[in-house]
T-cell receptor
């Protein structure tokens, strides 16, 4: 079945460092891909999405490109801030599969001043 | 901004007891979901609900689980006889309709209910 694999955490960075969180997926057809973020004590919030190959999702300085050839959707940010400390989840929604999301295991990011 | 509200934030129960987790989705959203996350593991899909019936359920969603939309605003998950392994964070989510009987692909999540079964 469909699945998502994320890099293990926790990831600890200094403020203004470059961030990459790797995400790869296995799916039949053409899934939509998402990054969700969970700040402490809050629910999952959609960070960005891409619905077809070569689409780039972006929001709040974060970017991810839907790469069908490598089945990847890596999250990047050029300069992280302390306020970016959170857990990041990569997820997919299969085409015409009623909307259920399949998540990766989450990657905890801690940014130190 | 509209939000999904889940209550309680933390529920402690004894093994074998029934629990009801409550969610108030965003009004005018038509698709509803429950997910759970056991500590240290992935967020897992449990069930989707549309038009007053279950659209899809996972293997986890066995006879001990049920969902209901008892009125126009609440969406509940009931666990009939809790087990230790039901201890997890439970998330409710909802989405708008994209038309043609399909949801839009953006889901909005609540903050979750942490269920502790002792």
């Amino acid at each position: 079945g469909d699945s998502v694999t994320q890099m293990e955490g926790p990831v600890t960075l200094s403020e203004e460092a470059f961030l990459t969180i790797n995400c790869t997926y296995t799916a039949t057809g053409y899934p939509s891909l998402f990054w969700y973020v969970q700040y402490p004590g809050e629910g999952l919030q959609l960070l960005l999405k891409a619905t077809k190959a070569d689409d780039k999702g972006s929001n709040k300085g974060f970017e991810a490109t839907y790469r069908k050839e490598t089945t990847s959707f890596h999250l990047e940010k050029g300069s992280v801030q302390v306020s970016d400390s959170a857990v990041y989840f990569c997820a997919l929604s299969g085409y015409n599969q009623g909307g259920k999301l399949i998540f990766g295991q989450g990657t905890e990011l801690s940014v130190k001043p | 901004e509209p939000e999904v509200t889940q209550t309680p934030s933390h529920q402690v129960t004894q093994m074998g007891q029934e629990v009801i987790l409550r969610c108030v989705p965003i009004s005018n959203h038509l698709y509803f979901y429950w997910y759970r996350q056991i500590l240290g593991q992935k967020v897992e899909f449990l069930v989707s609900f549309y038009n007053n019936e279950i659209s899809e359920k996972s293997e986890i969603f066995d006879d001990q689980f049920s969902v209901e939309r008892p009125d126009g605003s609440n969406f509940t998950l009931k666990i009939r006889s809790t087990k230790l392994e039901d201890s997890a964070m439970y998330f409710c989510a909802c989405s708008l309709s994209a038309g043609g009987g399909m949801p839009k692909n953006i889901q909005y999540f609540g903050a979750g209910t942490r269920l502790s079964v002792l």
